[in-house]
């Protein structure tokens, strides 16, 4: 059983290393590509904008999401800002550090920051590294923090009364 | 830590940031393979994120060897990150929490460490460090020696 676990690992190393060396450049270019579609700025609300995070976060991906976030803010007069990284599989202590420093920079710009989709075995390895993330806003689902920001507006979700019979 | 099986590690360089992408997967893949759960699977990947980077970052590159383990009572994974960077000088003030050298957070070796059950940093100022990271599937309860 090991010994075929070693083997996988092995056959999949020799095939992706393979793949490497024939598609590096264009993998290269598609990286580049992806850097910038990959980061749209979604408004929810009047005054509640959204970044859903897809994958990793390097120093240049966490650069043009702050960049277009703080770009956002003010296009939009955001005065919420949710980043959610229920696509973002790994926050390691750069990962975290990016996070904040785009929680820091929208709040300089008078957003709100709330971080939602922090799933629970990342919850659980961020605690464990040390990772202090006590000043920051943060939600469980997008919903949850679209609802917070909301209601922080005064603005009230309802059902009517037809929504309700109709169910 | 002594392996039955036949420790045949995996070799992958780091030198880019493609390249610390690249051994997240890999750590990932072999850690599902072997039994890990998710839990222990996201622990393992971002320990091994963290030390990939200081690798490549502090020692200037370098590579990681991914090594299955079988204790015969249980599967494990064995991490290690080798560069012949400047080493660290001072051990001690690297591992505390929050000490940085650069820009950073400081909190990727003494986050390693609390997320792998055995760890240990062999070193030398001009040499080169290796850094060494194992988990266990099932481990001992309340046993968590370090590695040499
Ligand atoms: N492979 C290495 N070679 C040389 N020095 C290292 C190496 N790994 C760590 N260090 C030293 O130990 C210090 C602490 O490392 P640690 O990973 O905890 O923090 P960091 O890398 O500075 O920040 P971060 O929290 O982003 O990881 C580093 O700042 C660096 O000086
Ligand atoms: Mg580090």
Redesign the interface.
């Known amino acids: 059983m090991?010994?075929l676990?070693?083997l996988?690992?092995?056959l999949?190393?020799v095939v992706?290393e393979t793949a490497l060396d024939a598609n590096a450049e264009l993998?290269?270019r598609q990286?580049q590509q992806l850097l910038e579609v990959a980061t749209p700025v979604i408004k929810l609300w009047e005054g509640t904008v959204a970044v859903p995070l897809i994958g990793?976060l390097?120093?240049?991906r966490s650069q043009v999401v702050m960049e277009s976030l703080l770009e956002a803010i003010v296009d939009q007069r955001a005065r919420y800002a949710i980043l959610d990284i229920t696509g973002v599989?790994?926050?390691?202590?750069?990962v975290?550090?990016h996070l904040m420093k785009t929680v820091a920079a929208a709040r300089l710009m008078g957003a709100e920051c709330i971080v939602s989709g922090i799933r629970?075995?990342?919850a659980?390895?961020i605690v464990?590294?040390?990772?202090d993330l006590g000043t920051v806003l943060t939600r469980a689902s997008l919903s949850d923090a679209l609802a917070y920001a909301l209601s922080k507006q005064g603005i009230e979700v309802s059902r009517t009364d037809a929504g309700a019979s109709a169910r | 830590m002594q392996p039955s099986?036949q420790a045949?590690a995996?070799s992958?360089p780091i030198g880019s940031?493609?390249d610390?992408?690249?051994v997240?997967q890999?750590v990932?893949?072999?850690a599902a393979?072997?039994g890990f759960g998710?839990?222990q699977?996201?622990?393992l990947?971002?320990a091994a994120?963290?030390l990939a980077?200081n690798t490549l970052v502090h020692g200037g590159g370098g590579r990681a060897e991914?090594t299955?383990l079988?204790n015969g009572r249980t599967?494990g994974l064995r991490m290690r990150f080798i560069d012949s960077g400047p080493g660290i000088r001072d051990l001690e003030l690297a591992m505390t929490?929050g000490y940085t050298s650069g820009g950073?957070?400081g909190?990727?070796l003494?986050?390693?460490r609390?997320?792998v059950h055995e760890f240990g940093v062999d070193t030398e100022p001009g040499r080169g460090t290796t850094v060494t990271a194992v988990a266990w599937v099932a481990p001992v309860p309340s046993s968590r020696p370090g590695v040499g």
């Open positions: 090991l010994a676990t070693l996988l690992c092995t999949r190393l992706m993998i290269e990286r990793t390097d120093s240049a599989p790994t926050v390691d202590s750069l975290a550090q629970p075995a990342i659980q390895t464990q590294l040390g990772i | 099986g045949t995996t992958l940031d493609a610390l992408a690249w997240r890999h990932r893949q072999c393979q072997l998710l839990v699977q996201t622990k990947v971002t994120s963290e980077r991914i299955p079988d599967r929490d950073g957070l909190l990727g003494s986050g390693a609390r997320l």
